[in-house]
C-alpha cells in the first residue's frame, strides 16, 4: 500500500509540474498579446496624426470606428480584480473559444488572497481543461461551460457547469471517473488535494446532462 501510495503521489507531484508550466505559458502568451496590442495602439496614434496633418477627417472618423470596434473585443476579456486568475480565466476562455465552446463566466475575485495563486491556477486550470474535454464531444450547437466565482462571505465561492454527452458520469469514492484517462483523473485528485488542505469543502454534482463542480475556499 505504501508503495502504491508513494507512486500516485510521484505521479500527482509530476502531473501538477506539467500543469503549473502549461499553465505558466498560457499566461505569458497573454501577456504577450497585450503587448503586442499596446505596440499596435502607438502605430494607430501615428496613423490619426497623419490623417489629421493631411486635414482628412473623414479617414480619421473611419479609422476611429474601426478602433471602436477593436476595443469591444478587447473590453469582452473577464476582469475579476485578481492578476493571475485574470491571465488563467481568459487564457482558458481564449482556448475554448479557439474550439467552438462559448463560454459564460462572471468572476469577481479580490486582489489579495488567503489561497496560494498556484492552487488557484490549478484548480481553475483543471476545472477548465475537464470541461473543455468533456465539450469537445457534443455538438457544436450543444456546447456551453458555465464559470461564477465570488465571495461569499468570508469563502470564495467557485461554481464550473458543463454540458456533458447525455450520460452520468460515475462515481467512484468521492470522485467522478469518466474514460479520458489518467491525466483527468490525476487533475481531480489535485483538486480534492487542494481543497482539502485549505479546509474547504467541494461539490460534484452530474445529471441532467451537465456536470457542476462547487468548491468554497476559506479567506481568512
Given at each position: 500500500?505504501?508503495?502504491?501510495?508513494?507512486?500516485?503521489?510521484?505521479?500527482?507531484?509530476?502531473?501538477?509540474?506539467?500543469?503549473?508550466?502549461?499553465?505558466?505559458?498560457?499566461?505569458?502568451?497573454?501577456?504577450?498579446?497585450?503587448?503586442?496590442?499596446?505596440?499596435?495602439?502607438?502605430?494607430?496614434?501615428?496613423?490619426?496624426?497623419?490623417?489629421?496633418?493631411?486635414?482628412?477627417?473623414?479617414?480619421?472618423?473611419?479609422?476611429?470606428?474601426?478602433?471602436?470596434?477593436?476595443?469591444?473585443?478587447?473590453?469582452?476579456?473577464?476582469?475579476?480584480?485578481?492578476?493571475?486568475?485574470?491571465?488563467?480565466?481568459?487564457?482558458?476562455?481564449?482556448?475554448?473559444?479557439?474550439?467552438?465552446?462559448?463560454?459564460?463566466?462572471?468572476?469577481?475575485?479580490?486582489?489579495?488572497?488567503?489561497?496560494?495563486?498556484?492552487?488557484?491556477?490549478?484548480?481553475?486550470?483543471?476545472?477548465?481543461?475537464?470541461a473543455i474535454e468533456a465539450s469537445m464531444k457534443l455538438p457544436e450547437d450543444k456546447r456551453l461551460i458555465r464559470v461564477y466565482m465570488d465571495m461569499k462571505n468570508t469563502q470564495l465561492y467557485i461554481s464550473f457547469t458543463n454540458f456533458t454527452a447525455g450520460k452520468k458520469m460515475v462515481k467512484q469514492g468521492s470522485l467522478f471517473r469518466s474514460t479520458k484517462g489518467e491525466g483527468h483523473g490525476l487533475g481531480l485528485?489535485?483538486?480534492?488535494?487542494?481543497?482539502?488542505?485549505?479546509?474547504?469543502?467541494?461539490?460534484?454534482?452530474?445529471?441532467?446532462?451537465?456536470?457542476?463542480?462547487?468548491?468554497?475556499?476559506?479567506?481568512?
Amino acid at each position: 500500500m505504501g508503495f502504491l501510495s508513494k507512486k500516485i503521489e510521484k505521479q500527482i507531484s509530476a502531473y501538477q509540474s506539467e500543469l503549473i508550466e502549461t499553465h505558466y505559458r498560457e499566461v505569458e502568451n497573454m501577456y504577450r498579446q497585450i503587448r503586442g496590442w499596446r505596440h499596435d495602439y502607438r502605430n494607430h496614434i501615428q496613423t490619426m496624426k497623419a490623417y489629421a496633418a493631411a486635414g482628412d477627417l473623414e479617414a480619421i472618423r473611419q479609422y476611429l470606428d474601426l478602433l471602436d470596434n477593436d476595443l469591444t473585443t478587447v473590453d469582452t476579456v473577464i476582469k475579476t480584480g485578481n492578476p493571475m486568475t485574470d491571465a488563467i480565466l481568459n487564457s482558458k476562455i481564449s482556448l475554448a473559444k479557439s474550439r467552438h465552446i462559448p463560454v459564460v463566466a462572471d468572476a469577481h475575485i479580490p486582489v489579495k488572497l488567503k489561497s496560494s495563486e498556484i492552487d488557484l491556477c490549478c484548480i481553475i486550470g483543471n476545472l477548465f481543461d475537464n470541461a473543455i474535454e468533456a465539450s469537445m464531444k457534443l455538438p457544436e450547437d450543444k456546447r456551453l461551460i458555465r464559470v461564477y466565482m465570488d465571495m461569499k462571505n468570508t469563502q470564495l465561492y467557485i461554481s464550473f457547469t458543463n454540458f456533458t454527452a447525455g450520460k452520468k458520469m460515475v462515481k467512484q469514492g468521492s470522485l467522478f471517473r469518466s474514460t479520458k484517462g489518467e491525466g483527468h483523473g490525476l487533475g481531480l485528485v489535485r483538486i480534492d488535494a487542494i481543497v482539502e488542505r485549505l479546509d474547504g469543502y467541494l461539490s460534484r454534482n452530474s445529471e441532467d446532462g451537465a456536470f457542476t463542480t462547487e468548491i468554497l475556499l476559506p479567506q481568512v
